[in-house]
């Protein structure tokens, strides 16, 4: 069983991988170090490698593990790394020189080891600002996938769909931006202060298609705002308590078409229970707005 989050990896596992002949896969990449400051050509590397995971489907570099296909035991390919080296401000240099730059994680705490030393996993996920390239000789730029085989250049097609994509997903966020902006002003309507509450009432249930449907499509992008999803659950559950009291509360016993009618206390407890669930999404609205808006500004 292959890792999928950077939790599930350990000494076990990486054993595990060892044992079955892995040393690297379209999902994870063992090395012994971070290239030597004037390895030039290893430096490339490592940044292709961050490029290629984040234009597929994201991927681990283990640092500290020996290259299996020398020999020897598999506990002697465990040399770790340091523990008084900063790490993963040294990694950091190289999704940086990916364009645009690739966001990361790593493990904390790294994964000790009986010699003192530690092993360091990197985490880069799959990007939904694919596609990612880098500068390669001659002022050409390389965009990079990641295959059972390792790196590869993406071909032509490859790139386009790419690129055709991100604007898509990019266009269904603002489609998802405006759409709460509506539900907002929709609870805001529903909530104002009526010069007498037993009077006028609110009428209009929020629907939930857009959301519904933008959530499906770009899920790929939204899965690493765990915040943005769950305040989206929120405001979900909310307008479906409020969509459940506007359907039981019938006009027809009320005739309105936007004159007074006649006082009723029906009325003053139906705005009463509409506002509890409307400030509820007002609040989440905002909440997710600007969340969503920090999402498109990367």
């Not at 139906?270 to 969503?292: F, K, M, Q, V, Y």
Request: net charge negative; charged share 25%; hydrophobic share 35%.
């Amino acid at each position: 069983m292959k890792p999928a989050t950077l939790e599930e990896w350990n000494i076990g596992t990486i054993m595990h991988l060892l044992v079955q002949g892995y040393h690297e896969s379209e999902t994870f990449d063992f090395k012994e170090m971070l290239p030597h400051k004037d390895d030039e050509r290893g430096k490339q590397r490592t940044v292709k490698t961050c490029c290629a995971f984040a234009n597929s489907s994201g991927g681990f570099l283990i640092y500290g593990v020996k290259d299996a296909t020398t020999g020897g035991s598999i506990e002697g390919h465990l040399a770790g790394i340091d523990p008084a080296d900063d790490f993963p401000e040294q990694f950091g240099n190289y999704p940086q020189k990916c364009t645009p730059s690739i966001t990361w994680d790593f493990k904390n705490p790294p994964v000790k080891l009986e010699n003192g030393n530690v092993i360091h996993v990197i985490h880069v996920p799959r990007s939904w600002n694919a596609p990612h390239c880098i500068e390669a000789p001659n002022n050409l730029r390389c965009f990079p996938k990641r295959t059972n085989k390792g790196n590869e250049d993406m071909s032509y097609e490859e790139i386009r769909m790419a690129f055709l994509q991100y604007y898509e997903k990019r266009l269904k966020l603002q489609l998802l931006q405006a759409e709460l902006k509506n539900i907002k002003q929709h609870a805001e309507d529903l909530t104002k202060t009526y010069p007498d509450a037993q009077v006028k009432f609110g009428v209009g249930e929020f629907s939930l298609t857009v959301i519904e449907t933008v959530l499906a499509d770009t899920y790929t992008i939204l899965a690493e705002h765990r915040d943005l999803l769950e305040i989206l659950d929120e405001i979900r559950n909310h307008c479906r308590v409020a969509n459940n009291l506007l359907q039981m509360f019938s006009p027809i016993a009320f005739p309105w078409t936007g004159n007074n009618v006649e006082p009723h206390p029906a009325i003053e407890k139906h705005n009463r229970n509409i506002g509890w669930e409307c400030g509820p999404i007002i609040s989440a609205c905002t909440r997710a707005l600007e969340r969503l808006g920090n999402v498109l500004a990367l």
